[in-house]
């Protein structure tokens, strides 16, 4: 199984009226899924409408959330709805994004311990929301505890932190609109579930996506 640690944010679909989720950490986890792999998504989103919608749209994904956390204190973060003809991937889409003025609900290194006590077995841990020291040593910890590769997505003008030794750290983009890079980091950390080196697995990612090495 892969967890990924990245709260989702609300987005309602014009076409069809269905609601959405967006974000970093639900996009990677559908690339999970495309790749073949498992998944369970960490985060929080606030106990309302918009929370338990968010819920519904993620179990009509097919992306596992049993230890997503729900604040009472603070609304689930929504997106406004775009039109259909602007965003092709709108609402359920798999690759829509929350877009750069809306953010999802931050979680410290307590609310990530928490989350995963709930998940015993792992084979691959992705990080994928800005976090602090502390909540990476917690990131760190587990992922050791579990004997499981931990992923590291870096959001794009993020200071790098003390990162461990044996992380696999990747860049994120300033967007990511069309979601390429957040099915690169899926389908790289499936392939780390399926057992292979993080070099391999990277290769067979960006061959995934279509990305060649250039060559002199």
Do not use: N
């Not at 106990?47 to 519904?56: E, H, I, K, R």
């Not at 973060?77 to 775009?82: D, E, I, S």
């Not at 292979?196 to 290769?203: F, G, I, T």
Request: net charge negative; hydrophobic share 50%.
């Amino acid at each position: 199984m892969i967890v990924v640690v990245g709260s989702p944010v609300h987005r309602a679909a014009i076409a069809d009226g269905r609601s959405g989720v967006v974000g970093t950490g639900p996009s990677i986890a559908r690339g999970v899924l495309a790749a073949g792999g498992t998944v369970q998504l960490v985060g929080k989103v606030g106990s309302d409408a918009a929370g338990d919608a968010t819920l519904l749209a993620l179990a009509r994904d097919g992306v596992g959330h049993a230890a997503m956390l729900r604040d009472p204190g603070r609304p689930t973060p929504v997106a406004p709805p775009v039109e259909p003809d602007d965003d092709p991937f709108a609402g359920a889409g798999p690759r829509s994004t929350a877009g750069p003025t809306v953010r999802p609900l931050p979680m410290d290194a307590e609310d990530l311990d928490l989350a995963l006590r709930y998940l015993a077995a792992f084979a691959v841990l992705v990080m994928a929301d800005e976090m602090d020291q502390a909540s990476l040593a917690v990131a760190t910890e587990a992922a050791r505890y579990a004997g499981a590769s931990l992923l590291i997505v870096l959001p794009d003008g993020v200071e790098a932190l003390d990162l461990p030794s044996e992380a696999i750290v990747l860049a994120g983009p300033p967007t990511d609109e069309d979601g390429i890079f957040a099915d690169t980091v899926g389908t790289c950390a499936a392939a780390l579930e399926r057992g292979l080196s993080p070099a391999d697995a990277l290769r067979a990612a960006l061959a995934a996506a279509g990305w060649e090495s250039a060559t002199a």
